[in-house]
């Protein structure tokens, strides 16, 4: 798995564990992510050789210096996401809902658009997604939309860019700091119910999304491909 692989959103969570396999497997890898100090304390938590770059996917300009001064590489991960747009529809915040699709699909997509200057042409490009884009979840709808659509646009890029492949993986419900907005007892209670009605009995943990961005990124035989990592939840819808 030795290559160059850059990561955005690689602050913590599912970013931060696709940072660790890759660099165990011994990859050069960067972390990129706008808070400089969230990026620091993963980079303390990290193997030694893995560097950090504070920039935020939204500044093009900034990305594109970024990219500009890292140089050739070969994977491409993003796992980029604003955390809004959720909640029930009837109350649902359009501004939410945009800042939601903003921060997510536009950054995703900006940053891939701007990559293509110095990624590998045999290289990969991983979004993430989310398993709401392919489940009916109440109060989901806007999460469902953004993350279709990050979905929905993988087919299409996996062909206009060959043969640099795209693929993304949709994740389920994963303990990542995510859930530290909300409620103690709202995530106790989201995190007792999977447990109980998904077939692996458990919730998902970074790792287990970071193995398969790992096998996506590295198999040069897959391309325009979204790997579900629900536990099995899309077995009971």
Known sequence: MSSHVIVFGGSS????????????????VVIAGRDPQKLA?????LPAGVTAKSVDAMDRRAVESLFAELGP??????SISGGKGGGPFRQ????DLR?????????????????????APTGSITLVSSASGRLAIPNTAGLAAINAAVDAAVRTLALELAPLRVNAVSPGIIDTPWWDAAPAALKQGAFAQAASSLPVRRVGRPEDVAAAIAMVATNGFMTGTVIAVDGGAHLGR
Do not use: M, P, Y
């Not at 969570?13 to 050069?28: C, D, N, Q």
């Not at 304390?41 to 938590?45: L, V, Y």
């Not at 590489?73 to 993003?78: K, Y």
């Open 92 to 95: 649902l915040s359009l501004d």
């Open 41 to 45: 304390a993963a980079r303390e938590r």
């Open 13 to 28: 969570g599912i970013g931060e564990a696709v940072a660790r396999t890759f660099a165990t497997a011994g990859s050069r």
């Open 99 to 119: 800042s939601g699709l903003e921060h997510k699909l536009l950054a995703q997509l900006s940053v891939a658009q701007a990559s293509l200057a110095t990624i």
């Open 73 to 78: 590489f070969d994977h491409l991960v993003l």
